[in-house]
């Protein structure tokens, strides 16, 4: 479980192919001395677990399906990418309960810049639209946001000069695709209904 909250921008320094998956060496900074093997990292809102740290690179692997429902499989050398490790019972909860467990990408349809930092426009998967809500919690490369608008498949957010600066939201612009993990709470409910719904039909 993480909170949304990116504590550190990393850099990918190899990406290469494990089988029909992906290992990455990420530069983690001085996060990567509070990992430890088999650990749990958020990477741009996807959760891998940690196979080696060694100094400051941290080595994770993205299995075939986590590639096909992510934008790992785009990452190269150099790229950035967010940063979390797992939150803990004694975590501040400064965002949004968040699983590390990608819904879907979305893409980048427009950016403006504000004097308080930009507003960014957003086209989801159709199939996620029912999770989203006016002013609910969003992931957004699992970063913690708000939805300030939803319309039709499309929703806006707000990023803030702190969010930009900390994060991979900075280098969004049209045609970006970003990873998308809606609100969990949502999914629960659904998922409670519906059996609750079959059950009632049986």
């Excluded at 790992?72 to 965002?95: C, I, M, S, Y």
Aim: net charge negative.
């Amino acid at each position: 479980m993480f909170t949304g909250i990116i504590q550190h921008l990393g850099t990918i320094r190899e990406a290469v192919p494990a089988g029909d998956g992906r290992t990455f060496a990420i530069d983690a900074g001085t996060l990567a001395g509070t990992l430890s093997p088999k650990d749990s990292l958020a990477v741009d809102g996807t959760c891998l677990t940690v196979e080696s740290v060694e100094g400051g690179l941290v080595r994770v692997t993205a299995i075939l399906q986590t590639l096909k429902m992510t934008t790992l499989g785009e990452l190269a050398e150099g790229a950035k990418v967010n940063l979390e490790t797992a939150a803990t019972l004694n975590t501040f909860l400064g965002g949004h309960l968040v699983q590390g467990h990608v819904d879907g990408v979305a893409t980048v349809r427009s950016v403006v810049e504000r004097e308080t930092g930009r507003e960014v426009v957003l086209d989801l998967p159709p199939e996620l639209m029912r999770y989203v809500i006016d002013k609910g919690s969003i992931a957004l490369d699992g970063t913690s946001l708000t939805v300030a608008e939803k319309s039709g498949n499309s929703i806006r957010v707000a990023l803030i000069p702190e969010t930009l600066e900390r994060t991979v939201c900075s280098g969004w612009k049209p045609g970006t695709r970003v990873n998308v993990e809606t609100d969990a709470i949502g999914k629960y409910v659904e998922n409670f209904l519906r059996a609750k719904a079959e059950g009632e039909k049986g």
